[in-house]
């Protein structure tokens, strides 16, 4: 929209570069152009301005298929006025000289006009394919289809208007049948997904079995070694007992024969012995035999002192001292005989 100023009963427009001015005084073009700026009156001006930059129009219409399924076609047309001058004699672009807004509505004529060349050559394309085939290759045809209908149609060059180009967005069914049609490569995919999870579960499985295995195998081996350390421990005992008792033996035999050797010393030594104090015993009693019954009796006599004990003190009785002196008496008598 352009930029109109007040001063004095004046008006002051200044547009921009992108905007094409026709300004009209008492009925003679006084200005035409891009980006233009001048003074003028409201009440003698008639002026229109022009976009003449590219424009987006988002469209979105309802077409069915060769097979009745409605479908949602989702597009986007760029288009620019080449000919402005065409455009203003075609379609009311005049601006109110005081505000500078449109007083009709130019750019909703043009998209009308957009929208149903578009949705009319869509329908055509739409009609004769399948549901399936639309989904798959339709965005292409139907871009193609509308493009070129566009470009032929004879009303878009009356009234100054290029299409820049054309974009399909989308081409989508129902919500029921989008979810009927996802159905299949949904199992599809879970069925994937169902044979990746069997797969990674009878690998693990495997690996279960293959760990297992080899425990098992770890197990026998260890028993079969422990069995072996039996064995072996066994022989070294039986071994060790074998060697153990034919020491014992050796040692048994050592201290029977030294036994046997010192029973032997000590039997001849006690013969020995006993031979020395039967000689002993034999000269003593010669000697004793040969010495006088007198001396005998002092040698016995002085033997029982020696082996007497310590006597403190002595009774002597009558009786005993008479029966003493009876025997001295004998005795003395006996010698003098």
Do not use: C
Not at 13 to 21: D, E, G, N, Q, V
Not at 85 to 112: C, H, K, M, Y
Not at 281 to 287: G, K, M, S, Y
Request: net charge negative.
């Amino acid at each position: 929209m352009a930029d109109i100023t007040r001063r004095f009963g004046w008006r002051h427009l200044r547009s921009a570069p992108t905007a094409h001015i026709r300004h009209h005084k008492r009925g003679t073009l006084a200005h035409d152009g891009q980006g233009l700026s001048f003074w003028y009156r409201s009440l003698t001006a008639a002026l229109s301005e022009v976009p003449v930059d590219d424009r987006e129009l988002a469209m979105a219409f309802h077409a069915r298929t060769a097979d009745f399924q409605d479908v949602t076609v989702q597009a986007t047309v760029t288009y620019r006025i080449s000919d402005p001058a065409e455009a203003a004699n075609r379609l009311d672009f005049s601006v109110d000289p005081d505000t500078g807004s449109w007083r009709g509505a130019p750019l909703e004529q043009i998209a009308t006009l957009l929208t149903e060349t578009a949705q009319q050559h869509t329908l055509d394309v739409l009609a004769r394919t399948p549901l399936a085939s639309a989904l798959v290759d339709g965005v292409a045809s139907v871009r193609e289809r509308v493009a070129t209908g566009l470009a032929a149609e004879p009303r878009l060059p009356a009234t100054g208007i290029d299409v820049v180009a054309v974009r399909v967005v989308a081409i989508r069914p129902e919500a029921e049948v989008e979810r009927a049609l996802r159905t299949p490569a949904r199992e599809q995919i879970q069925q994937e997904a169902d044979r990746a999870t069997y797969e990674r579960r009878a690998v693990a499985v495997e690996r279960e079995r293959a760990i297992a295995e080899n425990e098992l195998a770890s197990q026998i081996e260890l028993a079969r070694r422990e069995e072996q350390l039996v064995d072996q421990r066994g022989t070294n005992a039986r071994r060790e007992a074998e060697e153990k008792a034919a020491a014992d033996g050796v040692r048994s035999e050592a201290d029977a024969a030294r036994t046997v050797r010192l029973a032997r010393a000590e039997a001849e030594a006690a013969r020995e012995t006993g031979a020395a104090r039967a000689e002993a015993q034999a000269a003593w009693l010669r000697v004793h035999a040969e010495v006088d019954p007198s001396t005998l009796h002092a040698l016995a006599a002085t033997r029982l002192a020696e082996n007497v004990p310590r006597i403190e003190s002595l009774t002597l009785s009558p009786d005993v001292l008479t029966g003493l002196l009876a025997k001295l008496g004998r005795a003395d008598g006996g010698t003098g005989a």
